[in-house]
């Protein structure tokens, strides 16, 4: 299960459309949600709307916040998405079985077992985040709420039962900005320490090309093998799940399927 969560606190201005990028992710099983940062001022109606579009093309999420709100956003979108896609795999494979995916339709013993089937998938499905942040110079006051953010929802992480890799890309990219849009500062990890040198020596500027960035993280994600450094096959056996008869049945899940 693969997700982008871009953070930023403004309009691209320099690229491609987010837009087409984050669509362009979606088409790749990457869901890319987006968090707009607010404290002083006001994130505009262009930035607003920009942020919305961005994660419905996506196929994620987008909510917008003040810095200190950031860290539970990011958790918060991270579960969400997790919940929400185990609910789109296990009620495809209830159609398939049952014919509808209505759990109030189920007898309440197999109304259970699918639930506690859900809570568990939600628990061990291995998951990829990478982060991508607005670095452009709007967003230096806020950094250190994202330096928070990341290694609360790195924490939250550690504490799944399910593998779980995170990296970290800001952009505009480094000294060469005009020729890479977005920097890796972590490749992918399940070490909270490697959070500590995170942003060193930051070259922050005003350009702001989002669109281009999301591509250079998507490109990343497909070439980077997530799955088995994620831990392995993305197929999670063993689900319980109703047959057409009444009874429960084993049942295979693909654990990545995207809303």
Not at 75 to 94: A, C, Y
Not at 118 to 134: G, H, K, M, R, Y
Request: glycine residues 10%; contains cysteine.
């Amino acid at each position: 299960m693969k997700q982008i969560i871009l953070v930023t606190d403004g309009c691209s201005n320099v690229g491609m459309s987010p837009v087409v990028a984050a669509a362009r992710a979606k088409a790749e099983d990457i869901i890319v949600h987006v968090i707009g940062i607010v404290d002083s001022g006001d994130i505009g109606m262009l930035g607003a709307e920009e942020i919305r579009e961005t994660a419905e093309a996506g196929g994620g999420m987008s909510r917008i916040v003040q810095s200190s709100q950031l860290a539970q956003t990011v958790q918060m979108i991270t579960r969400k998405s997790v919940v929400s896609t185990i609910q789109q795999v296990v009620g495809q494979e209830l159609r398939g079985i049952l014919g509808h995916s209505q759990l109030d339709r189920l007898p309440p013993h197999q109304r259970s077992e699918v639930v506690r089937v859900i809570d568990d998938l939600t628990e061990t499905a291995s998951l990829q985040i990478a982060l991508l942040i607005d670095a452009s110079s709007s967003m230096k006051p806020k950094l250190q709420a994202v330096k928070d953010a990341i290694q609360d929802l790195q924490l939250s992480l550690q504490s799944r039962q399910g593998a779980s890799l995170l990296s970290v890309f800001h952009f505009p990219g480094g000294l060469a900005a005009e020729e890479r849009a977005a920097h890796c500062d972590i490749e992918w990890t399940s070490d909270l320490a490697n959070l500590k040198g995170l942003f060193y020596k930051l070259n922050m500027r005003g350009t702001t090309p989002t669109g281009p960035a999301l591509m250079e993280v998507i490109d990343y994600m497909a070439e980077s093998g997530g799955e088995t450094a994620a831990g392995g096959s993305r197929r999670t056996e063993g689900a319980l799940l109703p047959d057409r008869t009444g009874t429960a049945r084993k049942e295979g899940i693909w654990s990545d399927y995207v809303v």
